[in-house]
């Protein structure tokens, strides 16, 4: 029990403007160390628990403990968003200022760290996510993936425990994407950094250790990649999609070639099928 | 032929250290009634490609024809090249800007001149194909959802009535479900005989629904053909950071495993059948 | 194409002029344009262009972009010139027609005015060209700073600028981006009289504002993701320090100063 990094109890948050709750209850433990998916369609509340996570917005009801931290006063936000960074969807509107290194620093200036160390920390963070050689490029030269590693970057010279990337891939092509989630993996691996990742790539999903499903503000399935997708229909009904491969395994199980149901990608498929041929 | 272009080329600020080359001697074909898929990433040059097929560019080195008009000729006249291409950019909903729904996919045909009467109708015509519901014809578009505002903005240019409509990315940022409906929606359009160009960066989703593809990368057109020619080539592809369908992955892996399933399969029921031939009602022994 | 735009027109250098402290060549150049205030003849103004033109010689920047600032003003240099030549009728007349009459005291009035303003161009043209925005920016927040004590938003008004000029590339893509997509649905930004000009520039404008506002809410959010809390307790990681050069640009200007005082005595034309 001790292990949550995050921890929400009966969390629910009503916007000002909203007739109904953008979170409903909500309980959910998130341990250390742990590589989380958040999938659910526009509109699920994905992105309202992101921001109660990093403490940009307060719950209305219930309560959450980020690093044994909960949430009451500015400066107790201030302290949240230290242990828990965020990288958001779009890269052009999180980046503050003209030089690389110096967007890398903005953190870590607001912190109020002496100049040496903050330094050090920039140069630390370039060199993990690869952009050292950019440090004095503007932001404006980059593609959409590199300016998506400057925010991740800005977010680990803040030695945060968790980062929450709220569907950070989304404007970004394969090549982008597939970077920015190797890069995740690698901090998580790594550094032992705690990853919430909110995506609509059913990919990236099955790459995680833990999906949860979100839908109507709820958590409507809590399991492991595979087992999340192998309720095939109960995950198309709430407006997701499952692998290629099992969309496969279904259509063949359905005439009578008995594969697993349950086969994540090319591979396992592969090796499914070569053994049912020797049976045979 | 509807579109015909002939070794185009692209300089950015030619005579300046910015010089870059976007396209280099392209050559294509869409033919009448296809349903064409053009895959690259950012910067292979597909953005520039689709602005010299509606005439925002004019061709410099090279020629651009669509339906019999030069478009690389000064003379030709703007209006006929608009009324014949659609083009929807990346995001079209950030183009939105009027009070209503209704005046806003109004513009483009206002623009084309046409009577109020005429306008009105193509309005309700284009709302219609796009499956907004005509109650929200007096909203303001920037209430809606971000699937809705996409539905308007591409309402916006069929309502132009377009011969061939130029699609980069429809199905960008939208969730899964929002994805298969947009493309479901634009298979729609094709079918009522729309010639439909569609960029994408997923070789799932042209799979599906091109019947040629069109692969850019650095300017150049690497590969072309049906898309199972396409798919043949997934090493070259994989080397360029692009993809090829899941099912064509597996049928190539079971290939190598000593399987008897035929060339250029990439479609889930034809791979489909291709295995239940190989196992036969397989695992029942 | 629109972004490729140069924002400002730093001119990227090693010279002596460009290694400055910004706080030294903003204060610098203030004191260039009271030096110019402080000449009294053309005599001061001699010095003062001999030391504006090789203090650019020495940067390596081409000359004729340091001209190039007076293309805007240029019109107003002509007013100014026109203006002082008719009102001052001072010294010996030497043309009259009609009720107007060129004097001596006017030629000699409009003349020193004229150089005046272009001094004052080329002097602060100096400045935004060997210096880029964003030290710009640096150096008068620093300066400004002590007004903070009363209440002066120093660090906010920087911040601005900062934010803005890293946002003037992305809206002017945006700005290209949206002025294509209506330009497809058969806008039309270039003819017209400038009142239809006007009205087709909405379909632009509005879209342009809508995503404008859109970045600034999530730069906002971004901003106190990352534990922004205004100026106070803000440290900075490059910070700024004077030098010896500072020092020897420094006795640089006093000099002129003292040079342009002694020349106003000496020579007082």
Same mark, same amino acid.
């Given at each position: 029990?001790?292990?949550?990094?995050?921890?929400?109890?009966?969390?629910?948050?009503?916007?000002?403007?909203?007739?109904?709750?953008?979170?409903?209850?909500?309980?959910?433990?998130?341990?250390?160390?742990?590589?989380?998916?958040?999938?659910?369609?526009?509109?699920?509340?994905?992105?309202?628990?992101?921001?109660?996570?990093?403490?940009? #917005?307060?719950?209305?009801?219930?309560?959450?403990?980020?690093?044994? #931290?909960?949430?009451?006063?500015?400066?107790?936000?201030?302290?949240?968003?230290?242990?828990?960074?965020?990288?958001?969807?779009?890269?052009?509107?999180?980046?503050?200022?003209?030089?690389? @290194?110096?967007?890398?620093?903005?953190?870590?200036?607001?912190?109020?760290?002496?100049?040496?160390?903050?330094?050090?920390?920039?140069?630390?963070?370039?060199?993990?996510?690869?952009?050292?050689?950019?440090?004095?490029?503007?932001?404006?030269?980059?593609?959409?993936?590199?300016?998506?590693?400057?925010?991740?970057?800005?977010?680990?010279?803040?030695?945060?425990?968790?980062?929450?990337?709220?569907?950070?891939?989304?404007?970004?092509?394969?090549?982008?994407?597939?970077?920015?989630?190797?890069?995740?993996?690698?901090?998580?691996? @790594?550094?032992?950094?705690?990853?919430?990742?909110?995506?609509?790539?059913?990919?990236?999903?099955?790459?995680?250790?833990?999906?949860?499903?979100?839908?109507?503000?709820?958590?409507?399935? @809590?399991?492991?990649?595979?087992?999340?997708?192998?309720?095939?229909?109960?995950? #198309?009904?709430?407006?997701?999609?499952?692998?290629?491969?099992?969309?496969?395994?279904?259509? #063949?199980?359905?005439?009578?070639?008995?594969?697993?149901?349950?086969?994540?990608?090319?591979? @396992?498929?592969?090796?499914?099928?070569?053994?049912?041929?020797?049976?045979? | 032929?509807?579109?015909?272009?002939?070794?185009?080329?692209?300089?950015?600020?030619?005579?300046?250290?910015?010089?870059?080359? *976007?396209?280099?001697?392209?050559?294509?074909?869409?033919?009448?009634?296809?349903?064409?898929?053009?895959?690259?990433?950012?910067?292979?040059? %597909?953005?520039?490609?689709?602005?010299? &097929?509606?005439?925002?560019?004019?061709?410099?080195?090279?020629?651009?024809?669509?339906?019999?008009?030069?478009?690389?000729?000064?003379?030709?006249?703007?209006?006929?090249?608009?009324?014949?291409?659609?083009?929807?950019?990346?995001?079209?909903?950030?183009?939105?800007?009027?009070?209503?729904?209704?005046?806003?996919?109004?513009?483009?045909?206002?623009?084309?001149?046409?009577?109020?009467?005429?306008?009105?109708?193509?309005?309700?015509?284009?709302?219609?194909?796009? =499956?907004?519901?005509?109650?929200?014809? %007096?909203?303001?578009?920037?209430?809606?959802?971000?699937?809705? %505002?996409?539905?308007?903005?591409?309402?916006?240019?069929?309502?132009?009535?377009?011969?061939?409509?130029?699609?980069?990315?429809?199905?960008?940022?939208?969730?899964? *479900?929002?994805?298969?409906?947009?493309?479901?929606?634009?298979?729609?359009?094709?079918?009522? =005989?729309?010639?439909?160009?569609?960029?994408?960066?997923?070789?799932?989703?042209?799979?599906?629904?091109?019947?040629?593809? &069109?692969?850019?990368?650095?300017?150049?057109?690497?590969?072309?053909?049906?898309?199972?020619?396409? &798919?043949?080539?997934?090493?070259?592809?994989?080397?360029?950071?692009?993809?090829?369908?899941?099912?064509?992955?597996?049928?190539?892996?079971?290939?190598?495993?000593?399987?008897?399933?035929?060339? =250029?399969?990439?479609?889930?029921?034809?791979?489909?059948?291709?295995?239940?031939?190989?196992?036969?009602?397989?695992?029942?022994? | 194409?629109?972004?490729?735009?140069?924002?400002?027109?730093?001119?990227?250098?090693?010279?002596?002029?460009?290694?400055?402290?910004?706080?030294?060549?903003?204060?610098?150049?203030?004191?260039?344009?009271?030096?110019?205030?402080?000449?009294?003849?053309?005599?001061?103004?001699?010095?003062?262009?001999?030391?504006?033109?090789?203090?650019?010689?020495?940067?390596?920047?081409?000359?004729?972009?340091?001209?190039?600032?007076?293309?805007?003003?240029?019109?107003?240099?002509?007013?100014?010139?026109?203006?002082?030549?008719?009102?001052?009728?001072?010294?010996?007349?030497?043309?009259?027609?009609?009720?107007?009459?060129?004097?001596?005291?006017?030629?000699?009035?409009?003349?020193?005015?004229?150089?005046?303003?272009?001094?004052?161009?080329?002097?602060?043209? $100096?400045?935004?060209?060997?210096?880029?925005?964003?030290?710009?920016?640096?150096?008068?927040?620093?300066?400004?700073?002590?007004?903070?004590?009363?209440?002066?938003?120093?660090?906010?008004?920087?911040?601005?600028?900062?934010?803005?000029?890293?946002?003037?590339?992305?809206?002017?893509?945006?700005?290209?981006?949206?002025?294509?997509?209506?330009?497809?649905?058969?806008?039309?930004?270039?003819?017209?009289?400038?009142?239809?000009?006007?009205?087709?520039?909405?379909?632009?404008?509005?879209?342009?504002?809508?995503?404008?506002?859109?970045?600034?809410?999530?730069?906002?959010?971004?901003?106190?993701?990352?534990?922004?809390?205004?100026?106070?307790?803000?440290?900075?990681?490059?910070?700024?320090?004077?030098?010896?050069?500072?020092? $020897?640009?420094?006795?640089?200007?006093?000099?002129?100063?003292?040079?342009?005082?002694?020349?106003?005595?000496?020579?007082?034309?």
């Amino acid at each position: 029990m001790s292990n949550a990094i995050i921890e929400a109890r009966d969390v629910s948050f009503r916007y000002e403007s909203g007739l109904s709750d953008a979170v409903s209850h909500l309980t959910l433990r998130i341990e250390a160390g742990e590589f989380v998916a958040i999938l659910g369609r526009n509109g699920c509340g994905k992105s309202t628990l992101a921001k109660l996570m990093n403490a940009l #917005l307060l719950p209305t009801g219930g309560e959450i403990s980020v690093n044994g #931290l909960q949430a009451k006063t500015e400066d107790d936000c201030y302290e949240v968003r230290k242990s828990c960074g965020m990288v958001f969807q779009n890269p052009d509107n999180q980046i503050v200022t003209t030089i690389v @290194e110096e967007d890398c620093a903005f953190g870590l200036e607001n912190m109020g760290m002496e100049p040496a160390l903050i330094r050090k920390r920039v140069d630390e963070a370039l060199a993990a996510v690869g952009m050292s050689e950019y440090a004095h490029a503007s932001p404006a030269m980059l593609s959409g993936g590199q300016k998506q590693r400057v925010a991740v970057a800005g977010v680990l010279a803040m030695r945060p425990k968790i980062i929450v990337f709220d569907e950070s891939t989304a404007m970004l092509d394969p090549v982008g994407r597939r970077d920015v989630f190797a890069l995740a993996r690698q901090l998580n691996r @790594e550094e032992g950094i705690t990853i919430v990742w909110i995506t609509h790539f059913m990919e990236e999903a099955a790459q995680a250790d833990r999906v949860v499903v979100m839908d109507g503000g709820r958590i409507a399935i @809590e399991d492991s990649p595979r087992h999340v997708f192998s309720r095939m229909d109960r995950v #198309l009904s709430l407006g997701l999609d499952v692998p290629e491969m099992m969309k496969l395994a279904a259509r #063949l199980r359905a005439s009578g070639v008995r594969v697993p149901k349950d086969i994540m990608n090319v591979e @396992e498929m592969a090796v499914a099928l070569c053994q049912l041929r020797s049976k045979n | 032929m509807s579109i015909e272009i002939k070794k185009l080329s692209h300089v950015y600020m030619p005579g300046t250290p910015f010089e870059a080359r *976007a396209l280099n001697e392209v050559s294509l074909n869409v033919a009448d009634g296809a349903f064409v898929g053009i895959i690259g990433h950012t910067g292979s040059g %597909k953005s520039t490609l689709i602005s010299y &097929f509606n005439g925002l560019e004019r061709a410099r080195t090279g020629v651009v024809f669509v339906n019999g008009m030069d478009l690389g000729d000064k003379e030709t006249d703007l209006i006929a090249i608009r009324r014949t291409v659609g083009l929807v950019f990346q995001y079209p909903e950030y183009q939105l800007f009027e009070e209503t729904v209704a005046k806003d996919i109004a513009f483009g045909p206002t623009n084309l001149g046409l009577d109020a009467e005429e306008v009105e109708r193509r309005v309700v015509h284009a709302m219609n194909q796009v =499956g907004l519901d005509a109650s929200r014809a %007096k909203k303001s578009p920037f209430d809606l959802s971000g699937g809705q %505002k996409r539905r308007v903005a591409i309402a916006g240019v069929l309502a132009m009535e377009p011969q061939i409509l130029v699609l980069d990315e429809p199905a960008a940022g939208l969730d899964p *479900a929002g994805r298969q409906e947009m493309l479901e929606l634009i298979e729609d359009i094709h079918r009522s =005989g729309v010639t439909i160009v569609m960029v994408s960066h997923s070789m799932d989703d042209v799979g599906k629904y091109c019947d040629r593809l &069109f692969v850019l990368s650095h300017g150049d057109i690497a590969y072309q053909g049906t898309p199972a020619e396409v &798919f043949a080539h997934g090493d070259a592809l994989h080397a360029i950071g692009l993809d090829v369908p899941e099912c064509a992955k597996l049928a190539a892996r079971l290939r190598q495993e000593g399987f008897d399933i035929p060339e =250029g399969l990439y479609r889930m029921e034809d791979v489909a059948g291709a295995i239940i031939d190989n196992i036969g009602k397989g695992g029942k022994a | 194409m629109i972004k490729n735009v140069t924002i400002g027109q730093y001119f990227p250098g090693e010279s002596f002029v460009h290694r400055l402290d910004p706080r030294t060549k903003l204060l610098a150049t203030i004191a260039l344009i009271a030096v110019v205030f402080v000449s009294n003849g053309f005599a001061g103004f001699a010095v003062i262009a001999a030391f504006v033109l090789l203090t650019a010689l020495s940067t390596g920047v081409h000359l004729k972009f340091l001209f190039k600032g007076l293309k805007p003003i240029f019109f107003i240099i002509i007013f100014t010139f026109i203006l002082n030549l008719f009102f001052q009728n001072t010294g010996e007349v030497l043309v009259q027609f009609w009720v107007l009459k060129i004097t001596t005291g006017g030629l000699r009035m409009a003349s020193f005015m004229a150089v005046r303003l272009i001094l004052l161009v080329i002097s602060s043209q $100096l400045l935004t060209l060997t210096t880029s925005p964003i030290s710009l920016t640096d150096g008068l927040e620093s300066l400004m700073r002590p007004l903070s004590k009363i209440g002066f938003p120093a660090h906010e008004i920087a911040m601005m600028m900062s934010i803005a000029l890293r946002f003037i590339p992305t809206l002017m893509d945006e700005a290209d981006k949206i002025m294509k997509a209506q330009k497809a649905r058969g806008a039309n930004f270039e003819t017209g009289n400038i009142l239809q000009r006007a009205k087709a520039m909405i379909p632009l404008l509005v879209p342009l504002f809508v995503g404008a506002f859109r970045r600034a809410e999530e730069l906002a959010l971004a901003m106190d993701a990352r534990c922004y809390r205004g100026g106070a307790g803000r440290t900075r990681m490059n910070q700024l320090k004077y030098t010896r050069l500072d020092l $020897l640009a420094a006795l640089a200007v006093v000099a002129l100063f003292v040079a342009v005082i002694v020349v106003n005595r000496v020579c007082p034309f």
